[in-house]
């Protein structure tokens, strides 16, 4: 029987490695090309709209529906705690500081990421496979310019956008759910929201949104525009920017929540 | 003019091998062989879509290994270029489809662009399909309107790959017959890669043949039909007996 060789690990772990520092180098060129535009700017109105109706408009029942549940289910985890604490009326401070800082940004972007992010990448993969990319720069149209800028724009506004109604939907469902299992009225329930949470408990989740927009529109960009080999290749493009995304949100939620407190 | 010289591409195996040509101001170059044979990577290089490895391409006197995307953006808006598998963007109609070159580098009315659409796809014989999805269209349609884009600015250099490929006959030779009169409107320079041997010599100037990533012809179509080497004989003839 063959004994596998000592250098197995150390191979992998070196090819991995490589792998990983090809795709930051490849988002950190995208970047790179991105923020050169933004100097002077070109972006295609048309396709800037499409993609705001696509991205925004199309995401709103399901950001709705999580938002909602993600609410109740906050105060459903409490609920035990705050009977026996008797500490009912810190329902709302409590489901909407969550809410704001936290839940509310971090479960938006991860939906986003799965419906937003995916299907742009299989989209650009798709562009990719089948050449149109290729005819842009062969009708001297830049691929950033046109594609990757209005789909930059679009992620990062519609998932802040997103964001303020999910978290306001989020405490519409805390709310109601605070209502039936503890009792807690809702003016009870807006009085500890209205004392206890400050702007800034809303601004920070938002600054997050942000940046969980940008980061989630340059992955599925990277993704998409360095798919390979057919349709295979683009299943394969969609997974890793999902993936990438995901694990870059979890990282940027982390280093935010430090450095924002 | 477009001047090659020893071109080197690799993939995973060779695909150009130091392939020189030129092709002369206002003549159209059929570029012919088997598949694989590194046409369309030539062509993709010739545009600047393809870095090279080895080799220069001038187009125009410029050296394009030299320029940067933006640079090679100011030569494309004097190129046309029909791809092999059409590459027509899916989420805009056909109408859309041709207006595009035109309404992102000429300054034009939109009555201009209609018009100028509505001829181009008059010419490819689908007129009235501006407002078709390109998902409804037949390959030979997509073909026909991946022409109609590529010919709708009337650029001074055409790249044509595969342009009556899955096309019957008759419009075959529309096709072949749009390219010389557009050729001659504008005095274009057009280098056309196709399957369809007989039918690109009737319009070809002069032909160069391709194998396995390498220029073993250049010379007139009637040089072709009688050339020495018994691999060009065979392919341009059609034999199925031969070194091929």
């Not at chain 1, 997050?208 to 960009?221: E, M, N, Q």
């Not at chain 2, 990533?213 to 003839?237: K, M, N, S, W």
């Amino acid at each position: 029987m063959n004994r596998p060789s000592p250098l197995v690990i150390p191979i992998r772990l070196g090819a991995s490695t490589l792998i990983l520092a090809h795709q930051i180098g490849g988002l950190a060129l995208l970047l790179a090309r991105i923020v050169a535009r933004l100097i002077r700017p070109r972006i295609d109105r048309h396709e800037l709209i499409r993609n705001l109706h696509l991205m925004g408009v199309r995401s709103v029942p399901i950001v709705m529906a999580t938002a909602a549940f993600t609410g109740a289910i906050m105060v459903v985890q409490a609920a035990p705690l705050l009977v026996r604490f008797n500490a009912r009326e810190w329902v709302g401070w409590g489901a909407t500081y969550t809410t704001f800082r936290e839940v509310g940004p971090l479960l938006i972007a991860l939906i986003f990421n799965g419906r937003v992010g995916a299907n742009n990448a299989a989209e650009l993969g798709t562009m990719v496979v089948t050449e149109q990319i290729d005819a842009l720069r062969a009708l001297a149209i830049d691929p950033i310019n046109y594609l990757v800028l209005p789909r930059l724009i679009s992620m990062v506004f519609t998932l802040f956008a997103l964001t303020i109604l999910g978290d306001a939907v989020a405490l519409l469902g805390s709310m109601l759910t605070g209502y039936v299992l503890l009792d807690v009225s809702p003016r009870t329930f807006w009085n500890s929201v209205s004392t206890m949470i400050e702007t800034w408990d809303l601004f920070s989740g938002l600054i997050k949104s942000t940046l969980f927009g940008g980061l989630i529109a340059l992955t599925s960009c990277h993704f998409g525009l360095t798919v390979r080999g057919g349709a295979p290749g683009v299943g394969r493009g969609v997974n890793a920017a999902v993936v990438a995304a995901a694990a870059g949100i979890f990282i940027v939620d982390y280093l935010c929540t430090f450095i924002l407190g | 003019m477009i001047r090659v010289q020893s071109v080197h591409k690799r993939f995973r195996r060779h695909v150009l091998k130091g392939v020189s040509l030129e092709i002369k101001k206002g003549e159209v170059f059929a570029l012919i062989g088997p598949g694989a044979s590194g046409k369309s990577v030539l062509f993709k290089s010739i545009a600047g879509l393809l870095p090279i490895d080895d080799g220069s391409i001038e187009v125009d006197r410029s050296e394009i290994t030299q320029m940067d995307e933006f640079e090679l953006a100011e030569l494309r808006k004097r190129m046309g270029y029909l791809f092999q598998n059409y590459a027509l963007f899916d989420f805009l109609t056909v109408g859309q489809n041709i207006a595009f070159p035109l309404r992102r580098l000429l300054n034009l009315s939109d009555n201009e662009v209609a018009h100028r659409v509505a001829e181009r796809l008059e010419r490819v014989n689908l007129s009235g399909f501006q407002d078709r999805d390109i998902r409804q269209l037949s390959g030979g349609q997509k073909k026909r309107v991946g022409f109609a884009r590529a010919t709708v600015t009337k650029p001074p250099i055409r790249l044509y790959d595969e342009p009556t490929a899955g096309l019957d006959p008759v419009t075959s030779q529309k096709i072949y017959d749009l390219i010389l009169a557009d050729q001659r409107e504008v005095g274009a320079t057009v280098v056309v890669i196709s399957s369809d041997v007989a039918g690109v010599m009737t319009i070809a100037d002069r032909v160069g043949m391709l194998l396995r990533g390498e220029l073993i012809f250049e010379g007139t179509a009637e040089e072709a039909q009688r050339a020495d080497d018994p691999r060009v004989l065979q392919f341009v003839h059609g034999h199925t007996e031969g070194p091929l």
